[in-house]
Structures are given as C-alpha cells and as structure tokens.
C-alpha cells in the first residue's frame, strides 16, 4: 500500500503537469497565425486600403500599389476616391514615377481641393502635390470666369451688322437696261519719306534678332533646368530611403543633360546671329516711285 501511495503521487503530478503544458503551444500556434494574418483580407473598399497602408509602411511599394489598384473601384464616394488617388500618387512617387504621380494627384484634388496627403513625403513630392493644387484652383477659375462672361447678342440685321442705317431707297435716274458706271476710287499714297523708307530697310534685319532671341530662351531654360537639377541633389542627399534617393539623382541627370543641351543651343544661336550681323548685306534702299 505505502510503495501504491508513492508512486501515485508522482503519477498524479505528472498528468497535471501534461495537461497544464498542453494549451500553451496550442496558444502560441494560434498567436502566430494572428500575427502573420495580413490585415484587410476581407472585401470592401476600407479592407483593401488598409491592406495598402499596410504594405506602404512595409515598404513594399508594387504590392501596394497592386492593392491600390484593387480598392478603387470599389470606392462609391468622391472622398473615398479622393484619398485612393491621395496613396497612389504618394506610392508612385516613392516608386520614382512621378508623371503618374502627378496625375494621381490632380485625380484626387478634382474631387477634392482642399484635401491633404494622408502620409509623409519628402519635400520634392510635397512641392509637386502643391502645385497641382494650385494648377486646379487655377482651371476652376477660368471656367469660372468663362460661364460668368455675357453672350453676345447676334445681329437682327445686315444692316446693323455692317453698320449702316436704313435708308430710303433713291429712284434711279438712269435709263432701263443701263447699269450706273463704277466709282472711280481713290489711289493710296504713301506720304511717308522715302528717307524714312530707307532707315527702315537698314535698321530692320530680323534673322540676326531672331537667332539672338532664340540664344537668350535656351539660356533661360538651361539655366533654369540647371537650378532643378542642383534641387534634385539636395533632396537625394536629404531622402531617407534609397528609392527616392535614386528616383532624386535620376531626375537630377536628366534635368542636368537637358540643362547642357540648352546651353549649347544658346551658344549656336548666339555665334549665328553674330556671323548673320556682321556678314549679312543690307536690302537696298526704298526709293519713291513718281506717279
């Protein structure tokens, strides 16, 4: 009886110390599964935004926007479709697409002008989704304007067209048969000096100011695409994650090529127009003609 009652304790414990053991990597199975279970799986516009969020904070930039892509046909109002269009312009901008980032943005701030971007972006993207703002503003009032603007009245008349009065008709003196002879009219004359004539003909040389002109826009533009591209490399220095860093110094070579492109379309334009002065020879003056 004693050796019964002393293995029977130990067997006691042992079973109670199974079952006590038993639940917890039935519960830890459990949480793992919760934990890897992507959030937003359900159907429904709210469901796969979320599941885009959630994949933009993971950095996963493609699966994203794929769930972006999902999500806005489901959107059944203007700020559901707004802020869809709001994570995709954010999204391809991270991606380095920044047309269609761009497009995204006037998509979104159409249906909604005052709306803000949901996440932080750099200030190159911040600038860009500014702008389309103000390029939206801007179209809505001009049509603004235009369906403000009166339509004028046509005219009732040819007479009051051409404006002439109404007149009565005069009974024609001429003989059936005899069609009244044309009115002689009067010859222009030139009064102007043939002096003045001929400073003209020296002091006009268009193809020199045109290629002078045409020098000093490409130098404009190049120096203005010079200046985005230094901008681009402060923003690469500046981002925090290798894609917009990229996307910033890809922007920063091609502004840069453009930038050199237009300067020496200036400089070609500049030595034309100086060979053009200098070479070309002067019309021949106007002389006036006697009657």
Do not use: C
Request: proline share 9%; glycine share 8%; charged share 20%.
């Amino acid at each position: 009886m004693e050796s019964i009652s002393f293995w029977g304790a130990p067997a006691r414990a042992l079973f109670l110390g199974m079952a006590l053991l038993l639940p917890g990597p039935m519960l830890a199975q459990t949480a793992g599964a919760a934990s890897t279970k992507v959030p937003g799986q359900e159907d429904g516009f709210r469901a796969r935004l979320q599941t885009a969020v959630w994949l933009y904070e993971e950095l996963e930039y493609e699966q994203s926007l794929k769930a972006l892509t999902q999500a806005k046909p489901l959107a059944k109002t203007d700020g559901e479709r707004a802020l869809a269009a709001l994570y995709e312009g954010a999204v391809l901008a991270d991606l380095g697409q920044r047309p269609r980032s761009l497009t995204a943005f006037r998509e979104a701030l159409s249906l909604d002008l005052e709306a803000r971007l949901p996440v932080k972006v750099s200030p190159k993207v911040e600038r860009d989704f500014e702008a389309v703002r103000e390029e939206v503003r801007n179209e809505r009032a001009a049509q603004a304007r235009a369906r403000a603007q009166p339509t004028q009245p046509l005219p009732s008349s040819p007479s009051v067209a051409s404006g002439t009065t109404d007149r009565p008709l005069q009974p024609s003196t001429l003989e059936p048969g005899r069609m009244a002879p044309p009115t002689p009219s009067s010859p222009t004359v030139d009064l102007s000096p043939p002096q003045l004539h001929e400073e003209r003909s020296r002091r006009l040389r268009p193809l020199p100011l045109v290629l002078l002109g045409a020098g000093v826009v490409a130098g404009g533009l190049g120096g203005y695409f010079g200046l985005q591209s230094r901008g681009n490399i402060e923003d690469a220095r500046g981002a925090t994650s290798m894609q917009s860093q990229s996307g910033h110094l890809e922007d920063a070579r091609s502004q840069a090529l453009i930038a050199n492109v237009l300067f020496g379309a200036a400089l070609t334009a500049a030595a034309g127009a100086a060979i053009t002065w200098f070479t070309g020879t002067e019309p021949r003056p106007v002389t006036e003609v006697s009657p």
